[in-house]
């Protein structure tokens, strides 16, 4: 009998454990892991640091909720509001997983606003739960629950015109990612979201950035936010945040932190003491080996090494890199598991996308680039 109720189609193996940037099956086969557990092994596989914080974290007190004042959660909230200066977002509150991350920030917007409408992207994903779920443009997933989403108006992506025919004033908030994962690595020129924010400010439509894949350091600065020149009202995080313990963060500006009254957000699990000593043992990480700037440096030299017959071209910033295939990608993402490196498929069948540990091994690079140059074009 197999009991368990699965998600997603798994790999063709039993995995066993994580070292680094890869992952090893029960015989002992390892892959280089481009596909990051979905996009969440942001120091590696069990980095030796996260793994000391949470075993001494866990022997002291494994769970209190915040009914219990704790010096880790306060330590937590403020090395990761310090790693935000310069986004414009300098108060915390703690779920547990992105949708969550997403769903609060998005009551939030409704409450304090008034308004009942909210806006979005085409090719925009943002979560499972209902709110979440309204905004995310994916009818595979959303139609079954139809009459139960919230009122949303869903605008082309990147397009600069269409930004203008909508009544902002109308909107409680506009959620947008600085990069669309999901969608296949779709970007926008930093002016688009300039405008989004200009619009968002001058109709008091509060700006949701959802950077659940792209913050932490991945697109080689801190959060996306900062590299297309914006400071949001909320930036919402999960995925990597505490390195694969269950974590989410709703970050916001002071003025919205100071306007919240006690009860107005709440989560059993969520700023658990095992998870912020994994945020802090994260953030250690980064700072320790300059994670950041060694995003930007790989992404930066994967997109220059990769196209050739196979890879056309390669969008994304950073490590959250998706590769434009001449043929179907499905043909390269068997080519390199075949040569023991995980990568992500995507929506679109002509993309293969990549979002590897931050501190992936000059061998894992070689790895790609050789393996990328090795299928011939058929
Ligand atoms: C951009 C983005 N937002 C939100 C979510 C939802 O996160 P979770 O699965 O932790 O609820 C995801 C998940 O893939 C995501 O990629």
């Known amino acids: 009998m197999n009991a368990l109720v699965s998600g997603y189609q798994p790999f063709p193996f039993l995995l066993?454990?994580?070292?680094?940037?890869?992952?090893?099956?029960?015989?002992?086969?390892?892959?280089?892991?481009?596909?990051?557990g979905h996009c969440v092994a942001l120091t590696g596989h069990s980095h030796p640091t996260v793994v000391a914080a949470i075993s001494a974290q866990a022997s002291r007190l494994l769970f209190y909720s915040t009914a219990g004042e704790l010096a880790i959660r306060d330590q937590a909230a403020d090395a990761l509001a310090e790693f935000a200066q310069g986004a414009g977002v300098s108060r915390v509150f703690f779920v547990n997983s992105g949708a969550e991350a997403n769903e609060n920030a998005l009551k939030l917007a409704l409450k304090l606003s008034g308004r009942k409408r909210l806006l979005s992207f085409e090719g925009g994903w943002h979560g499972r739960t209902l709110?979440?779920?309204?905004?995310?443009?994916?009818?595979s997933i959303s139609a079954p629950y139809e009459n139960?989403?919230?009122?949303?108006?869903?605008?082309?992506?990147?397009?600069?015109?269409?930004?203008?025919?909508?009544p902002w004033s109308e909107f409680a908030a506009v959620i947008v990612e600085p990069i669309q994962s999901m969608a296949g690595i779709r970007t926008a020129p930093a002016a688009w979201f300039k405008r989004v924010a200009q619009l968002a400010r001058a109709?008091?439509?509060?700006?949701?950035?959802?950077?659940?894949?792209?913050?932490?350091?991945?697109?080689?600065s801190p959060f996306g936010a900062q590299l297309m020149g914006i400071q949001p009202d909320f930036i919402t995080l999960a995925k990597g945040?505490?390195?694969?313990?269950?974590?989410?963060?709703?970050?916001?500006?002071?003025a919205i932190g100071s306007s919240l009254a006690p009860g107005d957000l709440g989560?059993?699990?969520?700023?658990?003491?095992?998870?912020?000593?994994?945020?802090?043992?994260?953030?250690?990480?980064?700072?320790?080996?300059?994670?950041?700037?060694?995003?930007?440096a790989l992404g930066a030299r994967l997109k220059q090494?990769?196209?050739?017959?196979?890879?056309q071209h390669v969008r994304g910033e950073g490590l959250l890199l998706g590769l434009q295939t001449s043929q179907q990608a499905a043909r390269l993402r068997a080519h390199l598991y075949?040569?023991?490196?995980?990568?992500?498929a995507a929506v679109d069948p002509w993309l293969l996308r990549l979002m590897p540990p931050l501190n992936l091994s000059e061998a894992a690079v070689t790895a790609m680039i050789e393996a990328c140059a090795t299928l011939e074009a058929a």
Not at 241 to 254: I, Q
Request: charged share 20%; with cysteine; hydrophobic share 45%.
């Open 16 to 36: 066993d454990r994580g070292v680094g940037d890869r992952v090893y099956d029960t015989s002992g086969k390892s892959w280089f892991d481009y596909y990051g």
């Open 131 to 139: 709110l979440a779920l309204s905004v995310t443009d994916d009818p």
């Open 148 to 166: 139960q989403l919230a009122d949303v108006q869903r605008l082309p992506f990147a397009d600069l015109e269409a930004l203008e025919t909508v």
């Open 203 to 220: 109709h008091g439509c509060f700006l949701i950035c959802d950077e659940i894949q792209t913050g932490m350091g991945r697109l080689g």
């Open 241 to 254: 945040l505490a390195s694969g313990v269950p974590m989410g963060a709703v970050l916001m500006s002071d």
């Open 267 to 296: 989560s059993t699990f969520g700023g658990g003491p095992l998870a912020c000593a994994a945020l802090l043992a994260t953030l250690q990480v980064i700072a320790d080996e300059n994670l950041v700037e060694r995003a930007a």
């Open 305 to 311: 090494e990769l196209p050739g017959p196979w890879v």
């Open 338 to 344: 075949a040569r023991g490196m995980l990568s992500g």
